[in-house]
């Protein structure tokens, strides 16, 4: 890394940022990347056929700073721009960047510090969540952790990340995929060294017309798709049962019976077996709120619970009366008076979390 960064004739990194209808947050995105500490990048920014005035914004900024290479297309996704930005790459390194969000300074001088020191070919970090959602948002630091979250959400999440130029000029995005983030980081986990950074390097604009809120069924049926050739791959000796397990809970589907709700949590237990406390923890709570759907086997349900619980080896959730409670009434996730208490919860939930769980 070191003979690459004296190579000051060659940018070290190419930043990729597509851009489609983003007039009102784009120049905050772009502003965030031409003030960052590291100066030896250039910024290709490609315009994915946006009708709105977002072309103007670039044109204006690429006038005035000699980085920014700008690139207009007709309509084609947000794959496409993705890869028609990589083929123009000249770095050695790739950093991504979204339309709408708000790099940190020192981002890349983080970023490149960590992957000398870890030696990562893929490097995320974690996030600062603001506009319609705040708090902090965590990602695991290790591979290891990274390749079991993958079964659940994104590893890393793709604003954040900076990789070796040769690994995505070789493993384009998929233009075909309606969640192309996590079908790469899928692709590319068995092959590659990944991490996240342990601290916030982006601020992560959230509003109602991101494009995995727009087309949210889409997005999740393509989770699912993808989730299960990954879990096959990293367990191959796995049975078609264990996925099924495994993924009503990636899915958030209550259990028909108790059998499958411990074959499930065993997984869950099997996955927590890293030394990422975090990542321990957020398995317990995925086993905790696997069973407040459940809670309509019964106490058989609570007994599971507790019988699986003490193998994560964390600090036991203050939640578990709630549950036994609901175990014995046998409460029913689907029912009326759930829904209503899942819409009171939420508008009652206004404090910033620390660590926010998708379960």
Not at 47 to 59: C, H, M, Q, Y
Not at 185 to 203: D, E, F, I, S
């Amino acid at each position: 890394m070191a003979r690459l960064l004296e190579r000051k004739d060659h940018p070290l990194i190419s930043v990729v940022m597509p851009v489609y209808n983003s007039e009102r947050y784009v120049a905050d995105a772009i502003q965030s990347i031409l003030v960052q500490t590291y100066p030896h990048f250039e910024f290709i920014i490609v315009d994915d056929g946006s009708t709105d005035d977002s072309p103007a914004v670039i044109r204006e900024f690429a006038a005035r700073d000699a980085r920014i290479h700008p690139f207009f297309l007709t309509h084609g996704g947000i794959a496409s721009a993705l890869n028609a930005g990589v083929a123009l790459a000249r770095g050695n390194l790739i950093a991504r960047m979204d339309a709408d969000d708000i790099a940190l300074p020192e981002r890349f001088v983080v970023q490149l510090a960590w992957m000398r020191r870890t030696e990562v070919d893929i490097c995320g970090g974690c996030v600062k969540r603001f506009g319609s959602k705040n708090g902090l948002l965590w990602f695991p630091e290790t591979h290891e952790a990274i390749r079991y979250e993958l079964l659940f959400r994104i590893g890393s999440l793709d604003p954040t990340v900076l990789m070796r130029a040769e690994i995505i000029k070789t493993h384009l995005y998929d233009e075909r995929a309606k969640h192309e983030n996590y079908e790469i980081l899928t692709r590319l986990a068995p092959h590659y060294r990944m991490g996240n950074v342990p601290q916030v390097l982006l601020k992560h604009r959230c509003h109602t017309k991101q494009i995995h809120i727009v087309q949210s069924v889409a997005f999740r049926a393509a989770l699912s798709k993808f989730r299960r050739p990954y879990f096959h791959g990293l367990f191959p000796d796995a049975t078609g049962q264990d996925y099924a397990a495994l993924a009503r809970i990636a899915e958030c589907e209550a259990f028909t019976d108790l059998a499958e709700l411990k074959q499930a949590g065993k997984w869950l237990v099997r996955l927590a077996q890293t030394p990422d406390n975090f990542l321990r923890q957020r398995m317990a709570q995925r086993w905790l709120a696997a069973c407040q759907r459940s809670a309509h086997l019964g106490l058989g349900c609570y007994r599971v619970y507790r019988q699986i619980a003490l193998q994560f080896g964390v600090a036991p959730n203050q939640r578990t009366s709630k549950l036994w409670l609901a175990c014995v009434v046998r409460f029913r996730s689907n029912s009326r008076l759930y829904g209503y208490l899942l819409q009171v919860k939420r508008r009652m939930k206004r404090r910033p979390c620390l660590y926010p769980i998708s379960l």
